[in-house]
């Protein structure tokens, strides 16, 4: 990452920690910080947050929770940084040495979100993993240096696979976040489950969660 876009992205978290500027505008700060990181993928890194950080419906109830939100988002950017620059270090020796290929797998943060076994998170932003982003990162920062855990390679959780029908095949999925362990036996790119019952908007605006920063038991993206 450039030394620009990084300066950028610490003034936007700057913007969310500023308690003068309207809650609205740090708000949105937040959502600027996701479009540089965010593991899960922009919507479904929001709605982890709205979560982990009991960010409440109205943001007046509780102005403090966009801090904590973006604190956790930096505490995980951080690391991802110190691995990414680590990575790009070894590709710089690699290539002076002559190996030019893309190493494979690649790295976790150059997969696509809608392209790859966490293509759920991007159709249902309500499926990513439970974990803590830090936790998250650290865990695929340890598969990329050939750690070998346990269970689901995105959660952990061990134990039975989730068979979802494709309509013509069947993929075998995390029965908690979703992560295709195989691919659709047809190679072509297209949803592992069924998009969210909420729209975006609703999430945004935290139709889930109430002023307590509880979940909202009428809703269901409050479910994890
Ligand atoms: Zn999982
Ligand atoms: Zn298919």
Request: some cysteine; glycine content about 6%.
């Amino acid at each position: 990452m450039e030394f620009t876009e990084r300066a950028a992205s610490l003034a936007h978290r700057a913007r969310v920690h500023d308690a003068r500027l309207p809650l609205h505008r740090r708000h949105i700060a937040l959502r600027t910080c996701l479009t540089v990181f965010a593991p899960y993928g922009l919507r479904a890194t929001y709605h982890h947050p709205t979560l982990s950080a009991r960010i409440p419906r109205h943001l007046r109830a509780d102005p403090e929770a966009l801090v904590r939100a973006v604190e956790e988002l930096h505490e995980a950017r951080v690391l991802w940084l110190a691995r990414a620059e680590e990575y790009a270090a070894q590709r710089r020796a690699g290539k002076r040495s002559g190996r030019r290929a893309v190493p494979n797998p690649r790295p976790w943060w150059m997969r696509s979100p809608w392209d790859g076994p966490a293509r759920a998170w991007y159709d249902d932003p309500l499926r990513h993993p439970p974990l803590r982003l830090t936790e998250y990162v650290r865990r695929q920062n340890a598969l990329l240096d050939g750690a070998e855990l346990p269970g689901c390679p995105a959660c952990g959780k061990e134990g039975q696979l989730e068979p979802n029908s494709t309509g013509h095949g069947r993929v075998e999925l995390c029965g908690r976040c979703a992560w295709a362990r195989a691919p659709c036996p047809c190679g072509r790119r297209h949803p592992s489950v069924r998009e969210a019952a909420c729209s975006w908007q609703a999430i945004w605006r935290r139709a889930h969660m109430g002023d307590d920063g509880m979940p909202n038991p009428h809703r269901p993206a409050g479910r994890r």
